[in-house]
């Protein structure tokens, strides 16, 4: 299945684009792409999960323009098409 | 330790044509410490409520800090004085090279004050510890025509601020910067001071801030906050706006820009010639060149005159944004002007052809408002509300106090509206901004989670904006500048510093509860109750009432939004209020009035 995945700032200079379009196996979950996100890109590595493999404080990590957060956080799974936004804290103006 | 102690003012009368020095008494001084405080004070004594924005009696005040030219990042100006587009309290804040000229050309002050009215086009020049006004030989020309044709650094107004727009900025360093949205350069214009020329070396870093200093530019170029800031800028807050859905679109219409990335970070970047301050850790915003002149396209210009006006082309945008500027004339008001006459003439109240994504339509409507240039942009240079009135069409694009909401929607975040419509100088983003965290887990907030975050950064930023710090680079005074004050000698702690700032708040609202306003002016934008195309987010006015009791119970104020006697005893406001203030006798929420 296709994950769309947007990055903002810092991550957008990580990962050297806004929007990249990744393909995994069925039974994906938000932990599951975070990691892999971390291997693949060297400037994302232990940006993204901490220690325990939760979401890093301040982080925010949207599908489908929710916050996993109040969906299933790291567990929250992930379908074909699925969008996925990954904000460092916001600097706003 | 030996530092030049900051503790007089500059008065310039200019209908007298004089500039005389006064020390600021020191109660003042120990309680609004400078900036948007020390403003206010000044605002709250010395004008009787009724004054006219537009006339000599009105004052404006140009006040720095205690910490001016030694606090991390760039040094900022507060620019206080009444509002013509509101009528009530204005402060704004400007960086630049202005403030440290300022402050290094006057060593023992804090502030300049003005009032009066000059007979003829007058620039106020300081240099070597005084000031003297001469003729302004520029009236007429732009923000970067006046900023050459002077020697030193300029803080000037526009053609905007000449023909009294409501909106009109005070522009520094040609253009770059502004103190903008409720007017501040209409009333220089009223006053016919068309720019105040600094010639001060940069006040020198005292050994014990020199430390603080670095540490916290370390802290901050290192912070999540300063890492975005140094990749992006502000320019990014229109692509996170339109991504969590609250960027207000083509007037309101919608809360999504198909166009964000076109007018967003990436394009700056491919375009931009330099960064605002490229020798710095977090060098700013991107310069480009555009064909109105070069121009540093800000968060706020993407998103009022872009997404607000459906313009996807990332050149136009920083070409209107220069034509803003070099006018003199706020971005976010000017672009709600423009969405306004195009969806007035869409419904009909407007008798013109006008659509969205049309630039040069845009740019030839903000020019013509700058110089009040026909009948209909006369009546948008004073504002979206005086438009309204006349033509119909109120609902249409939101503003709180006549100030129009900047582009951040807040239909899906009631905190971010209550933001808006408790700010003191009318609908503004800059003094509380929860919809950053409001956007990702606001569903889970309650009422008194939203009035926790809106006043503890109301109650912050009045703290912080009395110093006056860095808006960015600030994030790291994390006690409120505490031990800034304590390494001068100054006594002030993180707990004496919060009172202050509450206490500086509180009285921006006595200046308006004087002026007539009251919790009638806190209203929610009828706009803002019916959802965007596409979406079903709309703000409920019952649970916004009930939200507003909230905050008015957590401030100490009244049902009618008015502080009372014993909040005012807390806050060392008791001999400050005057007899026509009128005060509400109990708090929401205190079932007795108080003895006193």
Not at chain 2, 512 to 538: C, I, M
Request: with cysteine; proline share 5%.
């Amino acid at each position: 299945m296709d994950v769309d995945l947007r990055f903002f700032a810092t991550f957008r200079e990580a990962v050297g684009q806004k929007n990249i379009t990744r393909a995994f196996d069925d039974g994906l979950t938000i932990g599951d792409l975070l990691a892999a996100l971390e291997s693949e890109f060297d400037g994302l590595e232990g940006e993204l999960l901490d220690d325990t493999g939760d979401i890093r404080p301040q982080l925010s990590v949207l599908k489908n323009g929710r916050e996993v957060l109040h969906i299933d956080g790291t567990a929250t799974e992930l379908d074909d098409g699925d969008t996925v936004s990954v904000f460092p804290p916001v600097a706003g103006g | 330790m030996s530092t030049h102690r900051r503790d007089t003012v500059l008065r310039v009368d200019l209908t007298a044509g004089t500039v005389e020095r006064e020390r600021v008494p020191e109660r003042w001084r120990r309680q609004f410490l400078g900036g948007k405080g020390l403003g206010a004070r000044y605002l709250y004594e010395d004008l009787a409520a009724g004054t006219d924005p537009l006339g000599p009696d009105n004052l404006l005040a140009m006040v720095w800090g205690p910490l001016t030219g030694y606090l991390p990042g760039e040094s900022r100006l507060a620019v206080v004085t009444k509002s013509p587009l509101t009528g009530g309290f204005l402060d704004s804040y400007v960086g630049g090279t202005v403030p440290d000229a300022l402050a290094g050309a006057l060593p023992d002050c804090l502030g300049v004050l003005v009032t009066g009215r000059a007979t003829d086009p007058t620039t106020l020049v300081v240099a070597d510890g005084d000031a003297h006004l001469e003729p302004a030989d520029c009236w007429g020309a732009t923000t970067d025509e006046t900023d050459a044709a002077y020697d030193g650094a300029v803080a000037c107004i526009g053609p905007a601020g000449e023909h009294r727009v409501r909106y009109a900025t005070v522009a520094t360093d040609g253009g770059d910067h502004h103190a903008g949205r409720g007017g501040a350069g209409a009333v220089l214009g009223a006053k016919r001071l068309k720019a105040v020329v600094a010639r001060g070396d940069p006040p020198k870093v005292p050994e014990d801030l020199a430390g603080l200093r670095d540490t916290a530019e370390r802290e901050y170029r290192e912070s999540s906050t300063g890492r975005w800031h140094a990749a992006s800028g502000t320019l990014e807050s229109v692509e996170f706006a339109d991504a969590v859905g609250a960027l207000a679109t083509r007037g309101w219409r919608e809360s999504r820009f198909e166009g964000s990335e076109a007018v967003g970070v990436a394009a700056a970047r491919a375009a931009a010639t330099d960064r605002e301050r490229p020798d710095r850790d977090t060098p700013g915003d991107f310069r480009v060149e555009t064909d109105a002149g070069e121009s540093v396209p800000r968060g706020a210009a993407a998103m009022s005159l872009g997404a607000g006006l459906g313009i996807d082309d990332f050149d136009a945008v920083a070409a209107l944004g220069a034509t803003c500027d070099r006018l003199g004339i706020d971005v976010i008001d000017a672009g709600s002007a423009v969405a306004w006459a195009v969806r007035a003439s869409e419904t009909g109240a407007l008798d013109r052809s006008l659509s969205f994504g049309d630039a040069e339509a845009a740019r030839v409507l903000v020019r013509a408002i700058a110089h009040r240039d026909g009948d209909l942009a006369d009546t948008l240079a004073d504002g979206l509300d005086a438009a309204a009135e006349r033509y119909g069409g109120r609902e249409v694009v939101p503003s709180v106090k006549a100030m129009a909401l900047p582009a951040y929607d807040p239909r899906d975040a009631p905190a971010m509206a209550l933001a808006y419509a408790t700010s003191d100088r009318g609908a503004c983003h800059r003094r509380a901004r929860p919809i950053e965290t409001e956007a990702f887990d606001g569903g889970t907030w309650s009422d008194a989670d939203r009035v926790d975050r809106v006043d503890r950064a109301q109650t912050a930023r009045s703290a912080l904006w009395s110093l006056v710090v860095d808006d960015f680079v600030g994030e790291t005074v994390d006690d409120l500048g505490a031990s800034w004050l304590q390494a001068l000698g100054d006594d002030h702690d993180v707990a004496s510093l919060s009172r202050l700032g509450e206490r500086v708040w509180t009285l921006t609202r006595l200046f308006n509860v004087r002026e007539g306003f009251d919790r009638r002016d806190d209203r929610l934008p009828p706009a803002l109750t019916v959802a965007a195309a596409g979406g079903d987010d709309a703000l409920d006015p019952e649970a916004f009432e009930a939200l507003l009791s909230t905050y008015y119970a957590a401030r100490g104020w009244g049902p009618r939004g008015r502080p009372t006697r014993r909040t005012l005893a807390r806050l060392d406001l008791a001999g400050v209020v005057d007899a026509v203030t009128p005060l509400d006798d109990r708090a929401v929420g205190v079932d007795r009035p108080a003895d006193d």
